[in-house]
């Protein structure tokens, strides 16, 4: 992958907010699952982050992409933006930058997801909604 300014890495991220849900990782075999559960700082109506530029100190799990770790992280969606430009060399026809238009519904987070905040741990694999 090429060299971005800052500025440019960051409008790769379609803001989809699907590193948002909070994944659960099997003890065992070390599955990665993820949950329809949010951080507690997603805003669901916005689909964005309240504490962005604080992310990284407020949420020690919410890790800074770059582009030397995204191929060391084995949780990023496969939908990221990120991820598919690093796999496929291009950003998917759907991305904000190739349309021009805001990020269609249907590539964001859903609208039926539950804060963390809401969520009592022993209860949180119940929310379980597909495997990585
Ligand atoms: S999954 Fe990727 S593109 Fe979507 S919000 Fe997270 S970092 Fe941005
Ligand atoms: S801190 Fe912000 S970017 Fe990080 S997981 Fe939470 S909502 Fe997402």
């Not at 009592?120 to 495997?131: A, G, L, Q, S, T």
């Amino acid at each position: 992958m090429r060299d971005f300014t800052p500025q440019e890495w960051e409008s790769i991220c379609c803001r989809c907010g699907q590193c948002c849900l909070i994944k659960l990782q099997d003890e065992t075999g070390g599955e990665v699952y993820y949950t329809d559960i949010v951080c507690r700082y997603f805003d669901s109506v916005s689909k964005s982050c309240t504490c962005y530029a604080e992310r990284c100190m407020l949420v020690p799990s919410c890790l800074k992409l770059t582009a030397q770790n995204l191929n060391k992280i084995d949780w990023i969606p496969d939908s990221c933006a990120y991820n598919i430009l690093f796999r496929t060399g291009k950003l998917p026809d759907w991305h904000p930058l190739v349309t021009g238009k805001p990020l269609d519904k249907k590539y964001a987070v859903s609208d039926n997801v539950v804060s963390e905040q809401f969520v009592k741990e022993e209860d949180m694999e119940d929310h379980i909604i597909e495997e990585k």
